[in-house]
């Protein structure tokens, strides 16, 4: 049986890959494409956590996708309702009749006579079948579905109560009335630990550093006001994430601009909702934004913490007990559950073996070009949002971007498009410039940047509207080639 054909491949049905499969619905009809997940449900990260209080750290204006407008009041919301709108829009599009459950990509191979991709995909079952595509777009998020980073800690096996993993929580966990050690400072743990206060004894934030962490509305009174005098939801959208988006990026650069006076504003502000509460546990030694920022809707855990119902220790673990944790302070913190917060572990693409033309391509060290293509590599997009932002701002322009190219490549007539760099002395540097700890150890094995346009990440969403949206496609580092041929591959 001959493999099927389809004009582009997405990799993922979450939040970006059902949005990518909208946009080549709404701007490339002509174009036939599917949606390739390994796991058996829609939704991507809003499907795979289900731990309590599950909730974006970006307000839902910004994470949303831009021709949906987000019509819940909340702003900060569940991932329940995540989750519905991503089923809702794709059901509005006919994108969810495209999704092909259950095949994991293992293998891409580019075939430069074909111009054509060959995907090889795993079934459960331990089967494999064939795919062909002229374009993939991968949309498979940045980290490990199948494992998440946990730390090695001594005697974690003399515990004798339960360990979870928020990546894994358990279907109808019980934690009523028992004692919580929540280990992390991230943004899952500072969503846990205000959540698991509502049938927790206590809850025991466990970090080995302080965190910056913002309270922010968890509703939006300007939409909601607006709203109710009848302003139609499509321009209140459009309003309020004009809004967010230039508030999010003066935030962002006064805190690089002026790291001081806004350290002072950040602590100054959660010292005023916790006043119960030694500010010292969050009062770190770097610079806001030198890590990313936690946002908490309403100041759920200042309120918590102040309340008693929840409590903080900056410490370094020694080990593991029967009852607990050691720490290296002397302290012994009893425990009947302990909840490893420690973060992810990041996977580019999913894992995903590529080749081009039989010769093994790895993102370690490979430029990327504007943010979505990788140097070297025909046909291919890979998305990638925003660390200071929220990830579908720059996921919409990704997607845009491509089907300006797929339709840009049709008029050419070409069936190719390759990033080139042409100077062997541009100077590069990490992809993210951020000292988290799951940044830092996926360095050696991630793509890198330039030190100017049109490899340079600018995290900034103003700057990639402009390249993105409106740039030039034939700037001299796209190279169009493989003109197109008689008896091309027909969907």
């Known amino acids: 049986m001959p493999a099927e054909h389809f004009d582009v491949v997405i990799i993922g049905a979450g939040l970006s890959g059902i949005g990518a499969a909208c946009h080549l619905t709404r701007e ?3 174009k036939s494409f599917v949606l390739l997940e390994a796991r058996n449900a829609m939704g991507g ?11 974006s750290d970006s307000d839902m204006n910004t994470l949303g996708y831009n021709f949906k407008p987000w019509t819940n009041p909340k702003a900060i919301a569940d991932g329940p309702s995540i989750r519905a709108y991503i089923h809702e829009t794709a059901a509005e599009y006919g994108v969810d009749k495209k999704i092909r459950y259950g095949l994991k990509v293992k293998h891409a191979r580019w075939s430069t ?24 777009l991968g ?17 974690r096996d003399d515990f004798q109560g339960t360990v979870i993993h928020p990546q894994f929580w358990p279907e109808s966990f019980d934690y009523t009335g028992k004692r919580v050690v929540v280990i992390g400072s991230g943004a899952t743990a500072v969503t846990l630990v205000p959540s698991l206060t509502d049938k927790a004894a206590h809850v ?9 962490v913002v309270a922010v509305p968890q509703k939006d009174k300007m939409a909601i006001a607006m709203r109710e005098r009848g302003v139609p939801e499509k321009l209140i959208y459009r309003i309020i994430r004009t809004r967010n988006v230039g508030l999010t990026m003066a935030f962002y650069n006064l805190c690089r601009a ?20 030694d500010i010292k546990h969050f009062t770190p030694s770097y610079n806001p934004w030198d890590e990313r920022l936690c946002a908490v809707p309403s100041g ?5 913490l102040n309340a008693g119902k929840a409590s903080v220790v ?11 944790i050691q720490l290296k302070s002397g302290e012994h913190l009893e425990a009947d559950v302990i909840v490893t917060a420690t973060g992810l572990e990041l996977l580019p693409l999913g894992g995903v073996q590529v080749s081009v033309d039989g010769k093994a391509v790895s993102p370690a060290g490979k430029l990327y070009y504007k943010g979505l293509m990788l140097e070297g590599v025909p046909n291919a997009g890979m998305t990638f949002g925003y660390t200071n932002a929220s990830w579908t701002l720059k996921a919409d322009l990704t997607s845009e971007y491509v089907c300006r190219l797929l339709k840009h490549m049709d008029k050419k007539g070409m069936r190719q498009v390759t990033p080139v760099n042409r100077d062997a002395q541009l100077e590069r540097m990490p992809l993210v410039n951020m000292r988290s700890g799951y940044i830092q150890r996926a360095t050696a094995f991630m793509p890198q940047q330039g030190v100017k346009s049109p490899w340079r990440l600018y995290q900034n969403y103003a700057k990639d509207l402009v390249a993105l949206r409106y740039g030039r496609l034939d700037d001299g580092v796209l190279e169009f080639s493989n003109p197109e041929k008689r008896g091309r591959y027909a969907a």
Not at 204 to 212: E, G, H, K, V
Not at 300 to 304: G, H, I, K, P, T
């Open 28 to 30: 490339c009809p002509e």
């Open 45 to 55: 990260t809003w499907d795979l956590f289900r731990y309590p209080g599950i909730r």
């Open 113 to 136: 006579p074909e111009a054509a991709w060959t995907l090889e995909c795993a079934k459960a079952d331990g089967s494999t079948t064939t795919i062909i595509c002229n374009f993939i």
């Open 139 to 155: 949309c498979t998020g940045y980290y490990n579905y199948d494992k998440g980073y946990t730390p090695e800690f001594a005697g």
């Open 204 to 212: 025991t934030m466990l970090q080995r550093s302080p965190t910056y």
């Open 258 to 277: 002026k790291p001081e006076m806004m350290k002072k504003f950040i602590i100054d502000r959660a010292k005023a909702m916790m006043p119960n509460v």
């Open 300 to 304: 759920d855990m200042f309120r918590a």
């Open 314 to 324: 900056t410490d370094h673990i020694e080990r593991f007990t029967k009852t607990g």
